[in-house]
């Protein structure tokens, strides 16, 4: 079994998962849910974004789609958002670009999941590893990381 803050985030929580394990490591969303066997649309992107305080965000939105930071950052009324480098996101979430879930995060964050993800009964996240990725029913993501919801598609 795979560990990761991810993984052992989920497993302590009792949550029923999937690992989706990959031959090579996946460097798109595309390649990701080739991989896994999955639609793009069910993957679940997750983008931090900061401001110029300092103050973090996780945005998430469908694999197929692009977060708009002005949109996130109008929730938040924040004056400028961007999206953070890879340092901070390391620094920040305890996971590298690419490997970067809602949940099994270094500290507590505010996570904002767009309106599109509702409609999807199971999820693909990110396992915190390059090389798997983890199905999990959306009602268990919402419980486990509770997002506010806006829309924050491009």
């Known amino acids: 079994m795979l560990d990761t803050p991810v993984t052992r985030y989920l497993q302590q929580e009792g949550i029923d998962f999937l690992l989706l394990t990959h031959s090579k490591p996946a460097r798109t969303?595309?390649?990701?849910a080739e991989a896994r066997g999955v639609a793009p649309e069910v993957m679940v992107k997750s983008i931090l974004l900061r401001d110029m305080s300092g103050f973090h965000v996780l945005a998430?939105?469908?694999?197929?789609?692009?977060?708009?930071?002005k949109k996130v950052r109008a929730l938040f009324a924040c004056r400028r958002m961007t999206c953070a480098d890879a340092r901070d996101v390391e620094s920040v979430t305890?996971?590298?670009i690419g490997?970067?879930?809602?949940?099994?995060l270094k500290q507590r964050l505010p996570v904002v999941f767009d309106h599109a993800l509702a409609e999807f009964q199971r999820v693909n996240i990110s396992s915190g590893d390059r090389m798997a990725g983890i199905e999990l029913a959306m009602q268990d993501l919402v419980q486990l990381c509770?997002?506010?919801?806006?829309?924050?598609?491009?």
């Open 29 to 32: 969303i595309e390649e990701a």
């Open 60 to 69: 998430c939105v469908p694999g197929t789609r692009q977060v708009d930071p």
């Open 99 to 104: 490997t970067v879930a809602p949940i099994g």
């Open 94 to 96: 305890g996971l590298v």
């Open 146 to 154: 509770a997002p506010m919801y806006g829309d924050i598609c491009r």
